[in-house]
T-cell receptor, first 110, second 114 residues
Framework: QKEVEQNSGPLSVPEGAIASLNCTYS??????FFWYRQYSGKSPELIMF????GDKEDGRFTAQLNKASQYVSLLIRDSQPSDSATYLC??????????FGKGTRLSVIA | SQTIHQWPATLVQPVGSPLSLECTVE??????LYWYRQAAGRGLQLLFY??????ISSEVPQNLSASRPQDRQFILSSKKLLLSDSGFYLC?????????????FGNGTRLTVT
């Protein structure tokens, strides 16, 4: 059973700070990693994805992947109150559909 | 651009009643289609996925079923709803190899079984 683990939070950060969201996964064969943002009562929306070890930056967001440690993270720089949401980590292994973590609730305090 | 439509947005149904949720995708051909369910306080649970017309893979064999009568149409059904079927139902589409490409979700259907 493939598992994706996330701290449920809430993670509280002050406005303007860096928010760090972490995710671990159980299947060493996982190749693709995705971060989604889900506002309360809404559907998940894709933020970014990463396939290779290292960092990938997109605006205020940076995804970090360490396959040896089976660890993927999302950094949000200059956090804004509008970033307050639940962040879902998802991964796969080969030709299987994505497995999602339960999400980390982020609260950015103005 | 691609869009995904899912309806209805909310639904309240009594126990034992039938269910039909529909999802359609525009702007892409031969998408992979998915049904996920998100129960309160729980993560996204994959229910069904389809890589083509008439091809359905079931991850959770319960009282739910899925069908794909057309390339860009995916339907989730039940003959008799249970209380435990309450949740947020999400249809999603993707392209390429299952799992290697991102999923894009519809707005979801919030189902309450009473």
């Amino acid at each position: 059973q493939k598992e994706v683990e996330q701290n449920s939070g809430p993670l509280s950060v002050p406005e303007g700070a860096i928010a760090s969201l972490n995710c671990t996964y159980s299947d060493r064969g996982s190749q693709s990693f995705f971060w989604y943002r889900q506002y309360s009562g809404k559907s998940p929306e894709l933020i970014m994805f990463i396939y290779s070890n290292g960092d990938k930056e997109d605006g205020r967001f940076t995804a970090q992947l360490n396959k040896a440690s089976q660890y993927v993270s999302l950094l949000i720089r200059d956090s804004q109150p509008s970033d307050s949401a639940t962040y879902l980590c998802a991964t796969d292994s080969g030709n299987t559909p994505l497995v999602f973590g339960k999400g980390t609730r982020l609260s950015v305090i103005a | 651009s691609q869009t995904i439509h899912q309806w209805p947005a909310t639904l309240v149904q009594p126990v034992g009643s039938p269910l039909s949720l529909e999802c359609t995708v525009e702007g892409t051909s031969n998408p992979n289609l998915y049904w996920y369910r998100q129960a309160a306080g729980r993560g996204l649970q994959l229910l069904f996925y389809s890589v083509g017309i008439g091809q359905i893979s079931s991850e959770v064999p319960q009282n739910l079923s899925a069908s794909r009568p057309q390339d860009r149409q995916f339907i989730l059904s039940s003959k008799k709803l249970l209380l435990s079927d309450s949740g947020f139902y999400l249809c999603a589409w993707g392209t390429g190899t299952v799992g290697n490409s991102p999923l894009h979700f519809g707005n979801g259907t919030r189902l309450t079984v009473t």
